[in-house]
């Protein structure tokens, strides 16, 4: 939607659509016991991977372009065939939706006819799902994008299940998972939009769920995690599905949690007990379109900026402008690109 030239010294910024968001990773002074150092400057991508590019119309399985709420067909074979567009805009990390089997029907429990075309809605945590291509396409992608200096982020999901998934069907996981009456109203216990909610607590579920991801980790040459839905799972949870990869691993794996609201203080209790090592900063982007807008004072804004760098010593935070999760920078503007190019040169300088 907005760009700027591509030249020796800069980074290009290209926004397609609400799909793709560009991140920047601000730190805090020193760093933790993991890959932090490695990731302070990191220009990181995000692609919803059915919304990208289709590189294997052998694979489009329901799609729909015209359907909102359908599979478009993007796999990972069409984006390992863009790591050049990718490399030119000067990203130098690269974050993936979930790629498990994920419901293969559309529901209507979120109040309109949806597909699990973003991944977040799994009905197999040890499978690919075949949408996105196969293992060896998974293998390719990281090998030509660590070929190209782009790290790779794999989104994960631990807290809950996708609708009807059949973790709910098979009476041998089917005591996992609340939903229903037996949902609660606290974060942990609640069952956001309706999903079935794992009982994370439980030490049978919570070695499979960390079993299973431990499986992408070690099987492919990922270079960390992006974790879902971080405050409705329990800290001892997180904190020995942190050991585990570390454990196991042997090697840097970063972990940046997606903690809804996310601030350098909301997000302190998991850098407390060293659970991640970045967070989403969820007030940057108000913060700024209302700047530009000019809707703030200029001393408030400057104050804002000034607190959100007091982040735990060894920590992040990951500033962005857009997501898949609420309305982008661009739209929120109504198109004004000025502003929005202002809203970007502060991204990456602020």
């Known amino acids: 939607m907005g760009n700027t030239a591509n030249r020796p010294g800069r980074i290009a910024f290209l926004f397609r659509g609400l799909r793709v968001i560009l991140l920047g990773l601000m730190a805090g002074l020193g760093f933790g016991q993991t890959s932090s150092q490695d990731w302070a400057d990191e220009v990181l991508y995000f692609v919803i991977v059915d919304r990208f590019a289709d590189g294997d119309l052998s694979n489009n399985i329901k799609v729909d372009l015209d359907g909102k709420g359908a599979f478009h067909g993007g796999d990972l074979r069409g984006l390992t065939q863009k790591l050049p567009y990718l490399s030119e805009l000067g990203i130098t990390a690269l974050w ?9 029907d559309y529901t209507d429990a979120i109040g309109f006819p949806d597909w699990a075309y973003h991944g977040y809605w799994a009905d197999d945590f040890t499978r690919l799902d075949p949408r996105f291509g196969t293992e060896s396409d998974l293998r390719e992608l990281i090998e030509k994008a660590h070929q190209r200096g782009i790290k790779v982020l794999l989104d994960v999901v631990y807290n ?19 939903y229903g009456s037996a949902c609660g109203e606290d974060d942990l216990t609640s069952c956001i939009a309706g999903l079935p909610d794992f009982r994370t607590e439980d030490a049978q579920v919570r070695d499979y769920l960390i079993n299973a991801q431990l499986h992408w ?6 270079d960390g995690f992006r974790l879902d839905t971080v405050k409705h799972v329990d800290h001892p949870f997180w904190s020995e599905n942190r050991k585990r990869l570390r454990e196991e691993l042997q090697r840097p794996f970063f972990l940046v949690g997606e903690v809804w609201g996310g601030s350098y203080q909301v997000c302190d209790p998991w850098f407390e007990r060293d659970e991640m090592d970045a967070g989403f900063d969820f007030t940057f982007a108000g913060n700024v379109i209302s700047f530009v807008q000019g809707r703030g004072r200029t001393i408030a804004f400057s104050r804002y900026l000034q607190k959100r760098h007091q982040i735990r010593a060894g920590y992040q935070m990951a500033h962005y402008l857009s997501s898949h999760d609420v309305p982008g920078a661009f739209y929120q503007l109504k198109g004004d690109k000025k502003r929005f190019q202002m809203c970007v040169a502060l ?3 602020t």
Do not use: C, E
């Open 96 to 104: 993936i939706t979930p790629l498990v089997k994920n419901i293969d």
């Open 347 to 349: 991204q990456l300088s």
């Open 217 to 222: 980790a070690k099987s492919f040459d990922l």
């Open 160 to 178: 809950h299940a996708g609708y009807g998934s059949h973790y709910i069907q098979d009476p041998a996981t089917k005591a996992w998972l609340r």
